[in-house]
């Protein structure tokens, strides 16, 4: 993603929490594309952190246009075995730092009278139940659910959109083609089309609350 939107000529900070030294290898390539690219770091589980995200990437670049909320995680969590602990790491991570860095977003941009954009990373599982992963299903359904009022609470100042990835394999995966029948289109996501519709979405000016699945047609299947 930082790639694509740095080809496209945006200026990016990339945040990382434990992948620091590959945050900052990135920057340095990121910079090869003309632009400018800087390096925050923070522990979104911590209260208060995502704020200190947000102001840090703030007095890097001196004005923050856009947010792409990426980072989250992901655990296999049987319903029988999740505790509370469980589902509050994944609704911080995923759910709370997104808004906070949202809401921070919007008062920025509201200081400046200036327009941006959000979008929000969900999962194309929201669009059915799904067993053995429930924390993290209901952590993307809030973000979901937040992306859409979002967009109408912020309007027109901030648009807010979120893409919802089907399984993205690594580059060094052997094949992305998926046995006929369980893809409609017979082939999963790469990491480039997901970044395509985050850019798509991040630039289009005409666009608010809106979810756009990048997922072969999974979320179609019941
Ligand atoms: N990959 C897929 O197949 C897939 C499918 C559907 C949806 N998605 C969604 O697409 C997005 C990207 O997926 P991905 O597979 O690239 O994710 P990932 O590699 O599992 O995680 C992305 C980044 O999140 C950061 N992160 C995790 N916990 C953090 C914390 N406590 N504080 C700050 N940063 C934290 C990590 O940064 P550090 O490494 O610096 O710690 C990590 O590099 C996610 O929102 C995911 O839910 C992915």
Same mark, same amino acid.
């Given at each position: ?119 929000? &990373? +969900?999962?194309?599982?929201? !669009?059915?139940?799904? /067993?053995? =992963? *429930?924390? %993290? @299903? $209901?952590?993307?359904? #809030? ?41 409609? &289109? +017979?082939?999963?996501?790469? !990491?480039?089309?997901? /970044?395509? =519709? *985050?850019? %798509? @979405? $991040?630039?289009?000016? #005409? ?16």
């Amino acid at each position: 993603m930082a790639d694509t939107l740095a080809r496209a000529g945006w200026d990016v900070i990339v945040h990382a929490n434990r992948s620091a030294a590959q945050a900052d290898t990135l920057c340095t390539h990121l910079a090869t594309h003309g632009g400018k690219a800087w390096r925050v770091t923070g522990d979104l589980l911590a209260a208060g952190v995502p704020e200190a995200v947000f102001d840090a990437a703030l007095a890097c670049a001196g004005r923050v246009d856009a947010l792409v909320n990426n980072a989250s995680q992901f655990a296999l969590q049987p319903l029988a075995s999740a505790t509370p602990e469980n589902f509050e790491r994944l609704w911080r991570i995923n759910t709370l730092a997104p808004v906070r860095l949202t809401q921070r977003l919007a008062a920025h941009l509201a200081a400046r009278h200036a327009t941006g954009s959000a979008v929000n &990373l +969900l999962d194309q599982r929201i !669009a059915h139940p799904n /067993a053995g =992963a *429930v924390p %993290y @299903l $209901l952590s993307k359904k #809030a973000l979901e659910a937040f992306t859409l009022s979002a967009a109408l609470e912020f309007a027109p100042a901030l648009r807010v959109n979120a893409v919802a990835p089907g399984a993205v394999l690594l580059p060094s995966a052997a094949s992305n083609k998926e046995p006929a029948g369980t893809i409609p &289109l +017979l082939t999963r996501p790469s !990491a480039e089309q997901v /970044a395509a =519709a *985050v850019r %798509y @979405l $991040l630039e289009a000016e #005409a666009v608010t609350g809106q979810i756009l699945y990048v997922d072969g047609g999974q979320h179609l299947l019941s």
